[in-house]
Each structure stands twice: as C-alpha cells, then as structure tokens.
C-alpha cells in the first residue's frame, strides 16, 4: 500500500533551518509529483512547494527564496530544505501525492519555531 512517512520535524529558533524528509512506498515514486503541505493551528491547509517528475519546482510566494524541495529517486524521498525560519513558518508539514486522482498523505511532522 502506498505509505509517505515524513521525518525532520522540531523545534528551530527563528533564523534556523530543517530540513523534512518524506519516505515514500507502494508505488512507483519517480513517475509521480510530490508535494509539502502544511497546517497552522486554525488554518487551512496550504501548499508549501511541490516537485514533478523533471524537477520543476514550484513554492508558495511565503516561502520563495528560503525553502527547496527535492527528491532522490533512488531514495524514492523527497525533501524540504527550510532556512531562514519565522514564527509564521510553525505548523505540522504535510508531504502529498496523488495517485490516478487519489489524494495520499503523510502522518505529518511538527516544526516549531521558537526562541
């Protein structure tokens, strides 16, 4: 069965960085786009950075220029490199793919930011 399973999360002070991890399993990995979500306290889930299968990237405008995704075929993982962190970037980070229109999500990782 398909299975993501995200890692990397914690607590970073403001100007640190993480990086998140998501292993995934149970279907073919490089053939697929992958995501990161992710969900404040309160808020709706939001789009953070996805990756096709060229590797094009694409980010939400709150995170250009600070966070990078990538993927590792031969790892079938996907990652997302977070620097220069905020207050704001605090939530539980979400890795995504949709397989022949059906929506797979990771358990979640928590990053906290705080001094």
């Known amino acids: 069965q398909v299975q993501l399973v995200e890692s990397g999360g914690g607590l970073v002070q403001p ?10 399993s149970g279907f073919a990995f490089s053939r697929y786009a992958m995501s990161w979500y992710r969900q ?3 808020k709706k889930r939001e789009l953070v950075a996805a990756v096709t299968t060229g590797d094009n990237t694409n980010y939400a405008d709150f995170v250009k220029g600070r966070f990078t995704i990538s993927r590792d075929n ?9 620097n220069s962190l905020k207050p704001e970037d605090e939530a539980v980070y979400y890795c995504y793919t949709n397989l022949f229109t ?12 705080s001094s």
């Open 102 to 113: 059906r929506s797979y999500w990771g358990q979640g990782t928590q990053v906290t930011v």
């Open 15 to 24: 100007g640190g960085s993480l990086r998140l991890s998501c292993a995934a």
């Open 40 to 42: 404040a306290p309160g």
């Open 74 to 82: 031969a790892k079938n993982t996907v990652y997302l490199q977070m």
